[in-house]
């Protein structure tokens, strides 16, 4: 089963795009203003394309983003746009949209699923973000956190206590912790 990593990548950013845009034309213009007093063009003209590279890769993800949001239903777009963008908590987009808390988590998961499915409707798959965007290590750190947080939160601790009469047999056992890591819910996408 697909964890949809790289497609929750591009939404967990989605709020940064156009101040990470900002920033780079800030620094480039300084490097632009710098180049004259610096004799060492090669460092300033391979610090520039990494610079367009970065705005390149968060223009184009923001896009690929805001096409996939507007094929979402109008109420579960906005639950989206709320949480990635805005950073609004589950308990205050249900105090706008006034739809019960319990609704949202239901439509949450599901429009997780359905934005990931429009961006490989698209030509954005697994595969197609993690080619595109996996070489920027913007785009790479923050695959590599969530994918922490994914693995963490597959592990499940089952604390057993340590010793349990068998009623049948009249038997003592003792039993020791249990840790599932291959546990994966059903709906992989991490909050």
Known sequence: MENFLWQKTLLDMYHTFDRIVIILDNKFNRLVSNSLHNNNTTFLYDEMLTFMARKNNCLTAKSIVCNALDKLSATNQNILKFYYKDKMSFKDIAKKEQINIRQIFRNFDKELSKFAY???????????????????????????????????????????????????????????NFVNENFVAVNSFIR
Not at 128 to 133: A, D, N, Q, S
Not at 138 to 164: G, P
């Open 118 to 176: 429009y961006l490989s409707q698209d030509g954005y798959d697994t595969t197609v973000i993690e080619k595109e965007f996996g070489s920027d290590n913007l785009f790479a750190n923050t695959y590599q956190r969530l994918e922490k947080k994914a693995n963490d939160k597959a592990k499940t601790t089952i604390q057993l206590t340590e010793v349990y009469v068998d009623n049948k047999n009249k038997n003592y056992q003792s039993t020791s």
